[in-house]
């Protein structure tokens, strides 16, 4: 184990070592870099570069066996290159893609942003059974009820959202919004919020009162 | 006094409750395991995005970690609340459950904090022909523990509803005592 660690660390030093190395010997490599690129670049013909010592024995040996090989390449065979010339290749696809069907009831969705929370954390329906009420549904007519008693009654809101009049009955019996109380005597952070109760509403009407001669009479 | 159910998720690699951490895509943000030794802990009720919790409870009612005390008994929905006139457990009937029967989408759901701990199964005889009868799922607990369950499923995603009835009788221990000092009054202040 120990060993293994200290081979690693000798790697790791000669290839630190290279890299310090390659960076000393390159302004020598780039010497002249770009006029020697261009020299080449600029020649008409490339020159082919050199084979490999096994492919050059081989080659050498079929061009001394086979003599006349090495001519017949170097001249263009017209009557071939006709034939080449004739030959034209048409395709066809019996097949085509075909382009999905879409469906113009259920169009694929184009919008790609992030699905944003629903407001009462899941999907409300499109479309309410008769009997059911949502979660918005419900909050609405039960805060309506609370609100204008006599307007929302439980005939009308059963009638109003296709409900039995039994259960709007019960619901309204046994659930409430909130009121919220605000402490008044120390400051405290939190809110306290208790069953809503229905409260008469009582507003001072201005009366007729008579105007009194007396002023009148003194002046 | 308040007991509180303040819900730790520890994601350490240890305490690590990965069904819970994998079914909320939200709680698994990068960076919450960071390297040998280092945890986070997300407080479920501190996540605002995650919708209502309960942060408390007391004889007289719940706390919510909106900042809101609700008195009396409650029937808590994941981003809404309505109070629920029902003061002990006898009074939950098909009556008093008739909103939660109509809803639609329907609840995948409901628990039920029934106060105190249930001392026989009466409350279950009652609520087992009523939940064939409107297919509706119930988890009955005593509402310490329905407070933190609610907590937890909401916090999944799920489309729940809780009917929470404030206890009558609390154990408070000496971490509660000083929890809410510290929310209402200086503990460091001299009479």
Redesign the interface.
């Known amino acids: 184990m120990y060993d293994g660690c200290f081979e690693l660390n000798s790697s790791q030093k000669s290839r630190k070592m290279g890299k310090i190395l390659s960076l000393m010997g390159r302004p020598l490599r780039n010497f002249n870099v770009e006029s020697r690129a261009h020299k080449i670049i600029s020649q008409e013909k490339p020159v082919p570069a050199p084979k490999h010592k096994s492919d050059q024995l081989i080659y050498d040996e079929i061009m001394k066996n086979h003599p006349e090989g090495s001519d017949e390449t170097q001249i263009k065979h017209v009557q071939l290159d006709k034939y080449l010339k004739d030959v034209y290749v048409k395709s066809h696809d019996p097949n085509p893609p075909q382009k999905a069907q879409t469906n113009p009831d259920r169009p694929l969705p184009l919008n790609r942003h992030q699905v944003e929370d629903y407001e009462y954390g899941f999907k409300e329906p499109d479309k309410i059974p008769i009997g059911k009420t949502t979660l918005r549904q419900a909050l609405q007519f039960i805060t309506d009820h609370h609100n204008d008693s006599k307007l929302h009654t439980p005939q009308k809101i059963a009638q109003d959202y296709q409900i039995p009049e039994e259960s709007i009955k019960n619901i309204l019996k046994y659930y409430r919004v909130f009121e919220v109380y605000i402490p008044e005597q120390r400051k405290v952070k939190a809110k306290f919020a208790g069953p809503s109760v229905p409260r008469i509403k009582v507003t001072a009407q201005p009366k007729k009162q008579l105007s009194s001669g007396k002023d009148k009479d003194d002046t | 006094m308040l007991r509180h159910t303040l819900n730790l998720i520890n994601t350490s690699k240890t305490h690590l409750n990965k069904r819970l951490v994998h079914a909320n895509k939200r709680l698994c943000s990068p960076g919450a395991y960071d390297a040998e030794g280092k945890t986070t802990v997300n407080i479920l009720n501190n996540e605002t995005?995650l919708?209502l919790m309960i942060n408390g409870f007391s004889q007289v009612g719940f706390?919510l970690n909106n900042?809101?005390?609700?008195?009396?008994s409650m029937?808590i929905?994941?981003?809404?609340?309505?109070?629920?006139?029902?003061t002990n457990c006898d009074e939950i009937t098909e009556?008093?459950l008739?909103?939660l029967?109509?809803?639609?989408?329907k609840l995948d759901i409901l628990v039920v904090g029934t106060g105190d701990p249930q001392q026989d199964l009466s409350f279950y005889r009652k609520i087992i022909p009523f939940s064939r009868k409107y297919r509706i799922a119930f988890e009955v607990l005593p509402t310490e523990q329905a407070c933190a369950t609610f907590n937890f499923l909401?916090s999944e995603?799920r489309?729940i509803a809780g009917a929470l009835i404030p206890p009558q009788t609390l154990t408070v221990d000496q971490d509660d005592e000083l929890q809410t000092k510290l929310?209402?009054q200086n503990l460091y202040e001299r009479e």
């Open positions: 995005e919708g706390r900042d809101l005390t609700v008195l009396g029937v929905f994941p981003r809404s609340v309505l109070s629920w006139s029902v009556e008093s008739s909103l029967t109509i809803l639609e989408p909401s995603g489309n929310r209402y």
